[in-house]
C-alpha cells in the first residue's frame, strides 16, 4: 500500500521560512515523478512544484525564486524549503506522486497518490 506522509508545516510570520517533507513507503519511489500541491479555503488544488527522477524541476510561478523541491530517494523523502513566505502561500500543502515523467504538467488528476496534507499559514 502507497503512504505518502507530510510533516514540517506550520505557522510562520511574513518573510520566514519552512521545509516540509513528504515520506514515502509501500512502492518504488524512484520510479514516480512527485509534487508538491497546496489548497486554500474556497480555492482549487494548485501545483507548486515538481520533480523527475532525473532530477529536472518545474515551479509555478508564484513561488519561482522562493521555493525549493528537492528529493533523497535513498531515504525516499520529498522535500519542499520555502523562503520569503508570503501570506498568499497560506494554504493546506499536499505531496503527491505519478507513474510518469512530469512535464510541467500541474493538472491534480495525473497524480495517483497523495498525503493528507500539512497545513501552512503565513501571518502578515
Known amino acids: 500500500q502507497v503512504q505518502l506522509v507530510e510533516s514540517g508545516g506550520g505557522s510562520v510570520q511574513t518573510g520566514g521560512s519552512l521545509r516540509l517533507s513528504c515520506a514515502a513507503s509501500?512502492?518504488?519511489?524512484?520510479?514516480?515523478?512527485m509534487g508538491w500541491f497546496r489548497q486554500a479555503p474556497g480555492n482549487e488544488r494548485e501545483g507548486v512544484a515538481l520533480i523527475n527522477l532525473d532530477g529536472s524541476t518545474t515551479y509555478t510561478d508564484s513561488v519561482k525564486g522562493r521555493f525549493t523541491i528537492s528529493q533523497d530517494n535513498a531515504k525516499k523523502t520529498l522535500y519542499l524549503q520555502m523562503h520569503s513566505l508570503k501570506p498568499e502561500d497560506t494554504a493546506m500543502y499536499y505531496c503527491a506522486a505519478r507513474g510518469a515523467y512530469c512535464y510541467a504538467d500541474f493538472r491534480p488528476a495525473l497524480f495517483a497518490r497523495w498525503g493528507q496534507g500539512t497545513q501552512v499559514t503565513v501571518s502578515s
Open positions: 509501500g512502492y518504488t519511489y524512484s520510479s514516480y515523478c
